[in-house]
């Protein structure tokens, strides 16, 4: 299952490419480009427009825009006209050439509160492309953090883009891409993070489980309510005691004894989905509500042809959120666990995401 494969690629730390391009793309930076710390970015550039949009790109992408201190907003400030914006974006306005892209790079390198930088270079209008490259490339080469360039322009970035290229200096043609691959050199420097303060803290002595689950009388396939109950609560899962009844009176005389309000719940391995098999009925309060429920389940019950089926009170637990957790053997990777939403849509909703067992803290909070 595709969504196995996900969970494996994860627990490697392998990174997928959604094309050939994304391919090319990702190992370039991978190779030539330092991992960030964290995820806060800043964009520098010329122009207004596609510093919007490089911003807009990182947020979208699971990055934030870098907060800037009073102190690398007041250096930024040194090297430029009073109306260009210090904040993040920085916009240095049109009239920006090498000295000023050199300098602010230079101050956005050396911002503690900066991870990494994705420089947004339209031609300026009064210098060549490749003179800003040129003063920029070593700044690039030896900073700590990543900063991918974003030269627009075809025909007046030729020059600018092969000394990029020479250099190791990883470019895009556009913001939107840059803001990706940024997005993954963060996953990877958290990956390689995680790995070094990885471990699995979660453990428990599970051999109730085997015990019930090994029982005679326990088959292959779905347990009945009441087994599922004492799993869960062998598993260390809280769960509401569960009552199997014969009769409208017997279920009565158990609710008083719960204290409603109450369920009733058809129990049958044939109908995995009880509510689609209108098995469910909920908030039950008098005797007179939890009577006719008995004999409304027991009706349809009968259309399952399932000798062994039975309708179950249990205590009406509200509020809360409903999720759902699974496990699967998987016959390549071995036991995968699953986490999602859950609830009568869990089917439509499809909300649920798979790792390979067993899972690290790490694993867990992902």
């Excluded at 994860?10 to 997928?16: L, P, S």
């Excluded at 050396?110 to 490339?137: L, S």
């Excluded at 009441?226 to 009565?252: K, L, M, N, R």
């Amino acid at each position: 299952q595709d969504a196995i494969y996900e969970a494996a690629f994860r627990r490697a730390g392998i990174i997928r490419a959604a094309s050939t391009e994304d391919l090319f793309d990702l190992a370039r930076a991978l190779a030539n480009a330092p991992l960030p710390h964290g995820r806060s970015i800043a964009v520098l550039t010329n122009a207004g427009g596609p510093g919007v949009a490089a911003a807009d790109a990182v947020e979208m992408n699971g990055l934030e825009l870098a907060g800037l201190s009073d102190a690398t907003r007041t250096a930024l400030s040194a090297s430029l006209p009073p109306v260009a914006n210090t904040g993040n974006p920085i916009d240095m306005l049109a009239t920006a050439g090498p000295r000023e892209y050199a300098e602010c790079l230079r101050v956005l390198i050396a911002a503690d509160e900066v991870d990494g930088v994705v420089v947004v270079m339209p031609p300026p209008p009064m210098h060549k492309a490749e003179d800003v490259a040129r003063e920029i490339i070593p700044f690039i080469k030896n900073a700590d953090k990543p900063v991918l360039v974003v030269p627009m322009g075809d025909d007046r970035v030729r020059y600018a883009v092969a000394l990029f290229r020479q250099a190791g200096v990883c470019d895009y043609r556009y913001p939107e891409r840059a803001a990706e691959v940024m997005a993954v050199l963060a996953r990877r420097g958290e990956t390689l993070r995680a790995r070094e303060q990885a471990e699995v803290k979660c453990r428990g002595d599970f051999s109730g489980v085997i015990t019930l689950l090994s029982a005679d009388g326990v088959e292959d396939g779905f347990l009945d309510l009441q087994s599922a109950v004492e799993v869960a609560v062998a598993c260390g899962i809280p769960a509401e005691p569960i009552f199997a009844v014969q009769s409208p009176e017997e279920a009565v005389t158990v609710a008083e004894g719960i204290g409603g309000p109450v369920v009733l719940k058809l129990s049958s391995t044939n109908a995995v989905h009880k509510a689609d098999a209108g098995g469910v009925v909920l908030g039950l309060q008098s005797a007179g509500e939890i009577a006719r429920a008995f004999t409304t389940i027991r009706e349809r019950a009968k259309a399952l042809e399932d000798p062994n089926a039975q309708i179950c009170v249990q205590k009406m637990v509200g509020g809360g959120l409903e999720i759902v957790v699974g496990a699967v053997r998987d016959p390549q990777f071995g036991p995968v666990v699953m986490f999602g939403s859950g609830g009568t849509n869990v089917e439509s909703l499809e909300d649920v995401t798979f790792a390979i067992a067993p899972l690290t803290e790490a694993d867990i909070d992902e």
